[in-house]
């Protein structure tokens, strides 16, 4: 089982960027997928998250409007796009894996496997 998180880099305020999760060793179809993100000196943050089984998403307080996650069925991969981006969302982006049960918590401890993270960072 794997999850390979790419897409970060360096953008000005305002820009957009798309993160990938691509997963292999299993299908998405039993699981929860989210996004987390964690700045230096800050605790991690779940930011987004999508439970494939029922297409039921959550997106933090902080990224709501201006994030949107999605899948590719074909790719067995779960998307991030960023838009709207503000020197607040810099930090290492990582993807996770949960059972189908675990809906749209971000709780970190249901998930059992990571992604390695992929770095966002937003400054002009």
């Known amino acids: 089982v794997q999850l390979q998180a790419s897409g970060g880099g360096l953008v000005q305020p305002g820009g957009s960027l798309r993160l990938a999760c691509a997963a292999s060793?299993?299908?998405?179809?039993?699981?929860?997928i989210a996004w987390f993100r964690q700045a230096p000196g800050k605790e991690r943050e779940g930011v987004s998250c999508?439970?494939?089984?029922?297409?039921?998403?959550y997106y933090a307080r902080s990224v709501e409007g201006r994030f949107t996650i999605s899948r590719d069925n074909t790719k067995n991969t779960v998307y991030l796009q960023m838009d709207g981006l503000k020197p607040e969302d810099t930090g290492a982006y990582y993807c996770a894996r949960a059972p189908a049960w675990y809906g749209t918590s971000v709780d970190p401890l249901g998930y059992d496997y990571w992604g390695q993270g992929t770095q966002v960072t937003v400054s002009s």
């Open positions: 999508l439970s494939i089984a029922d297409g039921a998403t």
């Open positions: 060793g299993f299908t998405l179809d039993y699981y929860t």
